[in-house]
C-alpha cells in the first residue's frame, strides 16, 4: 500500500470536500467522463503537501490525482450498483461500501504461512520500528488570557519551581502525557511544536510555544529511545498488514478493468491541458 494511500483521515477528508464539489457540477450525462480540472488537481495536491510538510515530486502528484480517481471511480460504481441512499453525505461511506463490493467475498482473508511473515518483515523492517517517545508535562493558556509580560511572568516561576498550576494567577489547564511520539504530536500540534518539544532538555521547563489554540510551557520528565522491535513483538500487526496488503491487491486489480468504462480527462497542476 502506498505512502499516499495511507495519509490521515484528515487528508481523506478533504478530498471527501472536493469529490462534494465535483459531484455537484455533474449533470446525468456525464457520469461517464471523470474530469479533474487543473483547479482542482491543484487543491488536490495542495492538501497533500500540506499533510506531508513538503512538495511533492511529479509521482507522486500523479499518485494523488490517481487516488483522488479511484474514489471518484468507486462512487460512481457504488451508484451504478445501486448503494446510493440519495443523499451526498454518504460519498464516503459510499466509497468504502463500493469497495468491498468489488472483492470477491467468496476469496476470504488470506493466511500467511510463517515464512511468508517474515519475509515481509525483512523487507519493511523500518515501519514496525518502536518511536522515540517522551512524557511531557503541559501549563496551557488560551490564547488571548496572557499578556507579553504575564507569559515571561510565568516562564520565570515555572523555572523557579512555582505550583505549575498555580503560575499565571491558576489561569492555565495542566496535563501529563506519556509515551507521545514526535508523529503523534506533529499530528496534533504541528511540526514546529513537536521539534521544539522533542528537542529540548529534559527536567527543564521551556516555552511559551504557540499553537492555533493557544500557549503552552512544557518540560520533558522522560525519553525512551526509538528501537526496532524483533518479529515476535509484532507478528500480530505483521499478519495484519500482509492481510491489507491482499485486500488493498485485490481492490487495485478490481479498479484497473473498472476504469476503463470511463473516460478520464486531467488537466495536471501547473502543466499543459
Known amino acids: 500500500m502506498s505512502a499516499l494511500r ?5 487528508g481523506l477528508a478533504l478530498l471527501s470536500v472536493l469529490l462534494f464539489v465535483a459531484y455537484a457540477s455533474f449533470s446525468p450525462g456525464e457520469w461517464g467522463t471523470i474530469r479533474v480540472t487543473r483547479e482542482t488537481a491543484d487543491a488536490i495536491v495542495a492538501n497533500q503537501e500540506e499533510l506531508i510538510g513538503r512538495p511533492l515530486s511529479a509521482d507522486e502528484r500523479e499518485q494523488a490525482i490517481d ?19 440519495g443523499d451526498r453525505r454518504v460519498r464516503q461511506a459510499l466509497t468504502a461500501a463500493s469497495q468491498y463490493a468489488l472483492i470477491d467475498p467468496s476469496l476470504g482473508p488470506p493466511d500467511p504461512t510463517p515464512e511468508q511473515i517474515a519475509e515481509y ?13 517522551s512524557t511531557v508535562e503541559y501549563v496551557y493558556f488560551l490564547t488571548g488570557s496572557l499578556t507579553p509580560e504575564q507569559e515571561v511572568k ?12 498555580s503560575v499565571g494567577g491558576g489561569l492555565g489547564q495542566t496535563q501529563t502525557v506519556r509515551a507521545v511520539t514526535r508523529t503523534s504530536l506533529s499530528t496534533s500540534t ?19 510555544l504557540r499553537t492555533s ?8 520528565h522522560e525519553r525512551r529511545p526509538s528501537r526496532m522491535r524483533s518479529l515476535e513483538e509484532v507478528e500480530h500487526l505483521v499478519r ?15 479498479l484497473t478493468g473498472i476504469r476503463k468504462r470511463y473516460n478520464i480527462e486531467v488537466q495536471d497542476p501547473g502543466g499543459a491541458p
Open 67 to 85: 487516488i483522488f480517481i479511484e474514489e471518484e471511480v468507486l462512487i460512481r460504481e457504488a451508484f451504478r450498483q445501486g448503494l446510493d441512499v
Open 154 to 165: 510565568v516562564f520565570a516561576e515555572l523555572r523557579a519551581g512555582q505550583n505549575p498550576a
Open 190 to 208: 504541528g511540526r514546529q511544536f513537536a521539534a521544539a518539544v522533542f528537542d529540548q532538555e529534559l527536567s527543564v521547563w521551556e516555552g511559551p
Open 213 to 220: 489554540q493557544g500557549v503552552y510551557y512544557n518540560r520533558i
Open 240 to 254: 495484519q498488514d500482509l492481510v491489507a496488503a491482499y485486500y488493498s491487491a485485490s481492490l487495485d486489480a478490481a
Open 121 to 133: 518483515f525483512e523487507a519493511n523492517r523500518e515501519d514496525y520500528r518502536l518511536q522515540e517517545a
Open 6 to 10: 495511507s495519509q490521515p483521515a484528515a
